[in-house]
């Protein structure tokens, strides 16, 4: 089956945290992306990732780090994660369309 | 950047009838408009997709118009059905694959039977 999987589907945890979520795509694609979809549903972008370049949207904070091993993986490590970091992170991964991985829902308590 | 902006946020339609969705952007290289629908606790699922050399694209009762002077495009669905209830997302981004998506804020339809 060729898509994009993600890891866990859910993650609860505490503030103050690290945690990791992971990204693989077997769609054969050369960009990947991580999204943010919060609780309005509104979704932003966070990183994206083409043959080990990256470019990250200004307004991410420091805490979050995307982590690469090859070009069909992406993986989002928290440091210290913050009350305002709840919501559901999408990966994606483009050649020309974007598709979306089913995402995983974080919620910090 | 770019900045896409989605009206309306909330759609309620009566089965059958047809539902539009509009979108602007500010930013004349953007050059590709994919539109996305999310069923509740699903991923973002690409429909339709329309580029800015073409004006008008349909497929499978779905209608999407470019009009690149206005800066504007937008979604049709005809003959909607309860099936069609969600959320819809347009977006746009630059030329080439590396190029990030701005998304708008969303539309919830919902078709009533």
């Known amino acids: 089956e060729t898509a994009v999987f993600q890891t866990p589907n859910y993650h609860v945890t505490q503030v103050g945290n690290e945690v990791s979520f992971n990204c693989k795509q077997t769609?054969?694609?050369?960009?990947m992306y991580w999204y943010k979809q919060d609780s309005k549903k509104l979704l932003k972008i966070m990183f994206s990732y083409n043959n080990k370049q990256l470019i990250v949207n200004e307004t991410v904070p420091r805490r979050f780090s995307p982590q690469s091993s090859d070009k069909a993986h992406l993986n989002l490590r928290i440091k210290s994660v913050e009350p305002e970091d709840s919501a559901v992170y999408l990966c994606?991964?483009?050649?020309?369309?974007?598709?979306f991985g089913p995402g995983t829902r974080l919620t910090v308590l | 950047g770019e900045q896409v902006e989605q009206l309306p946020s909330i759609l309620r339609v009566q089965e059958g009838s047809s539902a539009s969705i509009n979108c602007t952007y500010e930013?004349?290289?953007?050059?590709?408009f994919p539109w996305y629908k999310q069923e509740p606790g699903e991923n973002p699922k690409l429909i339709i997709d329309?580029?800015?050399?073409?004006e008008r694209k349909q497929t499978q009762g779905l209608i999407v118009l470019l009009d690149k002077k206005a800066k504007r495009f937008s979604l049709h669905i005809t003959d909607t059905q309860p099936g069609d209830s969600a959320m819809y997302f347009c977006?746009?981004?630059?030329?080439?694959?590396?190029?990030?998506?701005?998304f708008g804020a969303g539309t919830r339809l919902a078709v009533c039977p």
């Open positions: 977006a746009a981004s630059g030329s080439g694959s590396f190029n990030k998506l701005t």
């Open positions: 994606a991964s483009s050649k020309y369309e974007q598709y």
């Open positions: 930013n004349s290289a953007s050059n590709y």
């Open positions: 329309i580029r800015s050399n073409m």
């Open positions: 769609l054969g694609h050369d960009t």
